[in-house]
T-cell receptor, first 117, second 115 residues
Framework: DTGVSQDPRHKITKRGQNVTFRCDPI?????LYWYRQTLGQGPEFLTY????????KSRLLSDRFSAERPKGSFSTLEIQRTEQGDSAMYLC???????????????FGPGTRLTVL | AQSVTQPDIHITVSEGASLELRCNYS??????LFWYVQSPGQGLQLLLK??????LVQGIKGFEAEFKRSQSSFNLRKPSVHWSDAAEYFC?????????????FGQGTRLTINP
């Protein structure tokens, strides 16, 4: 396993610009999650996919945020018209769904730190 | 609502001393519990997890945690800390919350090690 990878690791942008982050999960993991972590806080759930289907979105995910997972492999998270409040670490995690379990073990990537000026 | 409380925001211990980080959860069904560690600017690394069975679970790097249902707790312990253990530690509860397969995290405990 090469682990979960995220790109870029850091992004600095100006308010109002659009940004896109990529996440490559552990191969053959069928679930992929996005979390947001602000300074001094624990990660907060944004959304998750099972294969290519987006199954849940948090209320934190405003209409400026969109996530995709085409073909059930890598995923992208796009933020349109960024605001200073979007500054945070965006974490991706992946897991393998185990039949009969309500949850499974999520493995996290290194994160993308976004700074909106 | 499901929640996790880590009462200690910051803990300082001396190298070689024992460690206990507290975690209390609120969840209406059988909880699945996790401890993750995060070094500055990095992602989260899984230390250990509890799904069922033995309530004392062993993890990596010499950590262990004990699930106590009566106290709604899942405290993390290590008998002797090393300087490399300095990091942020997060407790999380997992499960199908209202259809979402998500983790709910505590605020974290920052661990500082004195030489």
């Amino acid at each position: 396993d090469t682990g979960v990878s995220q790109d870029p690791r850091h992004k600095i942008t100006k308010r109002g610009q659009n940004v896109t982050f990529r996440c490559d999960p552990i191969s053959e993991h069928n679930r992929l999650y996005w979390y947001r972590q602000t300074l001094g806080q624990g990660p907060e759930f944004l959304t998750y996919f099972q294969n290519e289907a987006q199954l849940e979105k948090s209320r934190l995910l405003s209409d400026r945020f969109s996530a995709e997972r085409p073909k059930g492999s890598f995923s992208t998270l796009e933020i349109q018209r960024t605001e200073q409040g979007d500054s945070a670490m965006y974490l991706c995690a992946s897991s393998h769904r185990v039949a009969g379990m309500n949850t499974d073990t999520q493995y996290f990537g290194p994160g993308t730190r976004l700074t909106v000026l | 609502a499901q929640s996790v409380t880590q009462p200690d925001i910051h803990i300082t211990v001396s190298e070689g001393a024992s460690l206990e980080l507290r975690c209390n959860y609120s969840y209406g069904a059988t909880p699945y519990l996790f401890w993750y560690v995060q070094s500055p600017g990095q992602g989260l690394q899984l230390l250990l997890k509890y799904f069922s069975g033995d309530t004392l679970v062993q993890g990596i790097k010499g950590f262990e945690a004990e699930f106590k249902r009566s106290q709604s707790s899942f405290n993390l312990r290590k008998p002797s800390v090393h300087w490399s253990d300095a990091a942020e530690y997060f407790c999380a509860v997992g499960g199908a919350f209202q259809g979402a397969q998500k983790l709910v995290f505590g605020q974290g405990t920052r661990l500082t090690i004195n030489p």
